[in-house]
């Protein structure tokens, strides 16, 4: 089920699927508990992001490709960093360049496959990760490179928890519509022009592997997103490099979970 999160006429938080233009058929229940079609249809005011996550990891270094562009060795273990959760934005919801930020602007675009947990999840076995995912959705995990490379010690939270930094949506694929997570087409679009293109195929650690061994000693509580790092292709490993600016246009596309469209400011 495709199950989209929006805000209605009342400005009442709804959950729907079957949207068309600018309507879906309302759910009743929630993401924890299961859904349930009313039969109504209600027009959707605005799209929200398909959850609030109690918290994000992100896993960098994770396609190989993208090792390669960027010089890195293959990681033996993931590389785990976290955003704030107050960065997570919906489906053309603006992507604001901020002001710590500008000198100099080197603001990254990276397309990625997200997972949502639907039950709380630890010390989970690699065969029994997947029963603990409520959906998949596409992602951007913005990057404020000059932020990255020297801000923190050289450790990646604060150059990628700036607000609007983690658009997520357009809304949460069920996993009975995604039967293998680790073998879906990724692209990014700039401007029309294709910046990232790829396979999940080409991830070093499996979905699978990510759930299990961020579990390990550690609970992953229901709503925490995932984050399984990005395709090559991003901007910074360009020549030359290509990062964002106000009027830009993204458009994030992942196989059977749909487009991901944020436009900067």
């Not at 932020?147 to 949460?172: E, H, V, Y």
Request: proline share 8%; charged share 20%.
């Amino acid at each position: 089920m495709h199950i989209l999160r929006f805000m209605d006429d009342t400005n009442e938080v709804c959950y729907g699927t079957d949207f068309r233009e600018d309507r879906a058929l309302l759910l009743s229940g929630d993401l924890f508990t299961g859904f349930h079609k009313t039969g109504e249809v209600i027009k959707v005011k605005k799209i929200l992001s398909p959850v609030t996550p109690p918290a994000v990891f992100c896993i960098g270094i994770n396609y190989r490709a993208h090792a390669a562009e960027t010089g890195m060795q293959l990681p033996d273990y993931p590389v785990v960093f976290m955003k704030n959760p107050a960065s997570v934005i919906g489906h053309r919801m603006p992507i604001v360049l901020p002001a710590s930020c500008r000198d100099p602007l080197q603001v990254d675009y990276e397309v990625e496959l997200a997972v949502i947990i639907g039950k709380s999840a630890k010390n989970v076995p690699v065969e029994k990760a997947l029963d603990h995912v409520a959906g998949y959705a596409v992602a951007n995990d913005v990057s404020a490179r000059t932020w990255q490379a020297n801000a923190g010690a050289r450790q990646w939270i604060r150059g990628k928890s700036f607000d609007t930094f983690c658009p997520l949506g357009p809304m949460l694929v069920t996993p009975e519509d995604v039967p293998d997570p680790d073998k879906l087409a990724i692209r990014c679009v700039l401007n029309g022009q294709v910046m990232q293109d790829s396979n999940t195929s080409d991830m070093i650690f499996s979905t699978r592997e990510l759930i299990s061994y961020l579990s390990e000693d550690t609970t992953l509580l229901p709503g925490t997103v995932i984050l399984t790092g990005t395709p090559s292709g991003v901007g910074f490993t360009r020549n030359p490099p290509v990062f964002l600016k106000p009027g830009d246009e993204l458009e994030m596309t992942i196989e059977g979970l749909g487009t991901l469209i944020n436009t900067v400011q």
